[in-house]
């Protein structure tokens, strides 16, 4: 058997992180910007700073609204057990792969498989 965790790194461009707002990814979060503190949300999400949270009781639909861009993305998270979404903001300046300001334009929203531990994620059974 082998136990596992994982996530579909979806990456989205959009036209303004001030502008963005994500809905469907439930209100409990922990976020790993506090040391995986648990935390309580609202039913929306805007951005004013970095973000990186694992949403425990996401929906089976995530929403990102881009209004500059004229549209709404859907991520369908099923079968997984949570959602993360993250952005960098200031910590772009370090990132090598990321332009200093590409915070600007884009939002990760991934559907998951959570696991604080390997021993609590999914397992596969041989064969």
């Not at 089976?60 to 709404?72: G, V, W, Y």
Request: glycine residues 8%; charged residues 15%.
């Amino acid at each position: 058997a082998w136990n596992f965790s994982g996530a579909l790194h979806s990456y989205f461009n959009i036209a303004d992180i001030n502008q963005t707002k994500i809905t469907g990814m439930g209100v409990n979060y922990t976020d790993s910007l506090q040391n995986s503190k648990t935390c309580l949300g609202g039913t929306a999400l805007s951005f004013k700073a970095g973000v990186d949270r694992v949403y425990t009781q996401p929906e089976a639909c995530i929403n990102i609204s881009d209004p500059q861009n004229q549209r709404e993305i859907t991520v369908k998270n099923q079968g997984e057990n949570s959602a993360v979404i993250w952005n960098p903001w200031e910590l772009a300046i370090s990132m090598a792969d990321m332009d200093d300001d590409g915070y600007q334009n884009m939002v990760c929203v991934e559907s998951t498989i959570h696991a604080t531990h390997l021993e609590e994620g999914n397992t596969l059974q041989p064969g």
